[in-house]
């Protein structure tokens, strides 16, 4: 069983650029989760996306938005970068649009830079 | 809405001892709680959760963590530390009735002492 996959695993990028990062669920999941974990902090929830569309959104403005493809894979797209975009960006899967009791797989995470 | 609190960024233990890392969380309605670990250069691991029924909730690793209604706490512990426990550990609370947004404390860094 394949778990869960993030690329890249680094990442740096200049402030106002555009960045994408993805993630493959592990298999059989159809539900994948972002999260932003900065620096010394907890993650916090950006979106969840559920058979390809969202199902969910944390407090993040609109420049940070989300897919998912047929195969349940996933990409984070954020523009417009900013410094405090700087942080280690976590995504999970897991199975079904379930309620709170439900449990992630989560993945390395990629982290990025901008500088 | 809901919050956590995890008391003590860092937790220094020798190996052998026991290990006590603390949580407290607020909630309008009955939670259900988490606790997760994060090894370095690695994504998070659920170690266990309560959702209902048994307070006392065992998980991997040797660790468990019961939950407390009249104190709000879901302290993890675990009798006795291993060099291998030294991680970052997260307590996570999510609402029960259909909200699946789960909220994350700061994490406390578990020191483990040969």
Aim: glycine share 10%.
């Amino acid at each position: 069983e394949t778990g869960v996959t993030q690329s890249p695993t680094h990442l740096i990028k200049t402030r106002g650029q555009q960045v994408t990062l993805r993630c493959s669920s592990q298999s059989g999941h159809n539900t994948v989760s972002w999260y932003q974990q900065a620096l010394g902090q907890g993650p916090q929830f950006i979106f969840q996306y559920y058979r390809e569309e969202e199902n969910g959104r944390g407090n993040f403005p609109p420049r940070f938005s989300g897919l998912q493809f047929p195969n349940y894979s996933s990409e984070l797209n954020v523009n417009a970068l900013e410094l405090d975009d700087s942080a280690l960006y976590l995504c999970a899967s897991s199975i079904g649009r379930q309620g709170a009791s439900y449990e992630q797989y989560f993945g390395p995470g990629t982290r990025l830079t901008v500088t | 809405a809901q919050s956590v609190t995890q008391l003590g960024s860092h937790v220094s233990v020798s190996e052998g001892a026991l290990v006590l890392l603390r949580c407290n969380y607020s909630s309008s309605v009955p939670p259900y709680l988490f606790w997760y670990v994060q090894y370095p250069n690695q994504g998070l691991q659920l170690l266990l959760k309560y959702t209902t029924g048994a307070t006392l909730v065992k998980g991997i690793n040797g660790f468990e963590a019961e939950f407390k209604k009249s104190e709000t706490s879901f302290h993890l512990t675990k009798p006795s530390a291993h060099m291998s426990d030294a991680a970052e550990y997260f307590c996570a609370v999510s609402l029960s009735g259909g909200s699946y947004i789960p909220t994350f404390g700061r994490g406390t860094s578990l020191i483990v002492h040969p």
